[in-house]
């Protein structure tokens, strides 16, 4: 597969975005957090998408060149509109605007709708955490209601609905969870087909209930993904129920509904100010305690070792940022096709890969 230095990347990324009419910033803040998806091994959130969203704007109704605003607020709360804008650039204000309001008043919750795609929603509890302060996040596809099989049912009725929270620590990468309630995000299907791959046991079923490791029964809407947790996935569909409440319904985008595309995520972040509760120190003491605590047990060697939450992302993008990313042929050819419809000079994207 094609390989190349991260902040190569990051250069087509600004020049995609901004050919399709966002400004520099945004086109600099969506570039960035694709290629950090990437960066921390979520591919299925990174360079896969950016041939996908130029070729969505006029299906879905996005506006590349949306500025989102604060359309009510009081002070622990606000509900803010992304008026068409690019995902990443709504979250990012929603999440700047509750940890404003959590340094002020302690918590702050804020939701965000009509804002596209968000993408990798593990990126905006990280932006609290590196200011010392704890966030989740709920995150819906609005209407969106045909990618995953509720417990007990054989279609896809739900979406992939992602819980994220992320929490600092002391002389360390933040605890960073960032978890589709479903058994995988849709993403990593598209990666595995783009990539002649078969899924693995256990993440989807055709449209009989039957297990399948084919992605284009997914891809090609002849089946579904399962909810989280295997022989638990009720536990899993719980939590989607949770997310569609929280994220769309108070979130102000709706509830899945059967769309089978998505207009925008709907959102609903929260925000602790850590200093509200206890002084920083005896936080950071705790979660060390934690931390030594659940390292203590013995290893499963099927395993090999006990991660915290965020370790195998910071992991894998130290090792990316030095050996470069790896990119699928697909999705290397349509980036490379999607810039030539721009007008944009990909030959010189070639010879940024690496031999």
């Known amino acids: 597969m094609p390989i190349i230095d991260h902040q190569s990347l990051r250069r087509i990324g600004y020049q995609l975005f901004e050919g399709v009419g966002c400004s520099s910033d945004h086109a600099r803040i969506v570039s960035d957090h694709l290629v950090d998806s990437s960066l921390y091994g979520h591919d299925s959130h990174g360079y896969l998408r950016f041939s ?17 605003e604060i359309i009510d607020e009081r002070p622990c709360t606000a509900i803010v509109d992304g008026n068409g804008t690019m995902g990443q650039v709504g979250g990012k204000f929603a999440t700047e605007v509750a940890m404003r309001k959590a340094k002020e008043h302690g918590v702050a919750t804020v939701t965000l709708r009509n804002a596209s795609h968000v993408c990798r929603a593990g990126e905006y509890p990280l932006i609290a955490s590196r200011e010392n302060m704890i966030a989740m996040m709920f995150t819906n596809g609005g209407r ?22 992320a ?23 598209r990666v595995a087909r783009n990539s002649g791959k078969p899924t693995p046991d256990g993440w989807l079923i055709d449209r009989d209930g039957n297990p399948t490791n084919d992605p284009n029964v997914f891809t090609e809407r ?14 899993g569909h719980c939590l989607n129920i949770i997310v569609e409440l929280l994220g769309g319904a108070l979130g102000g985008q709706g509830v899945a509904n059967g769309a089978t595309y998505l207009k925008s995520n709907g959102v609903l972040i ?12 005896t936080f950071f003491d705790e979660v060390e305690i934690l931390v030594d605590h659940v390292k203590s047990s013995r290893i499963d060697p099927r395993i090999g070792e006990i991660q915290m939450p965020g370790e195998p992302e910071f992991r894998t993008a130290e090792k990316r940022r030095r050996d470069g990313i790896e990119i699928d042929a697909v999705s290397w050819s349509d980036t490379c096709d999607c810039g030539k419809e721009l007008g944009l000079d990909t030959d010189a994207w070639n010879q940024m890969l690496e031999a």
């Open 52 to 68: 996908e969203y130029p070729r969505q704007f006029k299906d879905c109704g996005w506006n590349p060149a949306g500025v989102p």
């Open 144 to 165: 969106l209601g045909c990618q995953v099989a509720p417990h007990g049912g054989l279609d896809g009725k739900m979406c992939t609905n992602p819980i994220s929270f």
């Open 167 to 189: 929490a600092p620590r002391r002389n360390d990468n933040p605890i960073m969870v960032d978890m589709a309630t479903s058994v995988v995000a849709d993403g990593k299907v």
């Open 222 to 235: 002849r089946g579904a993904l399962l909810s989280l947790g295997g022989v638990a996935s009720h536990k």
């Open 270 to 281: 929260t925000v602790y100010h850590i200093e509200h509760f206890t002084d920083l120190d």
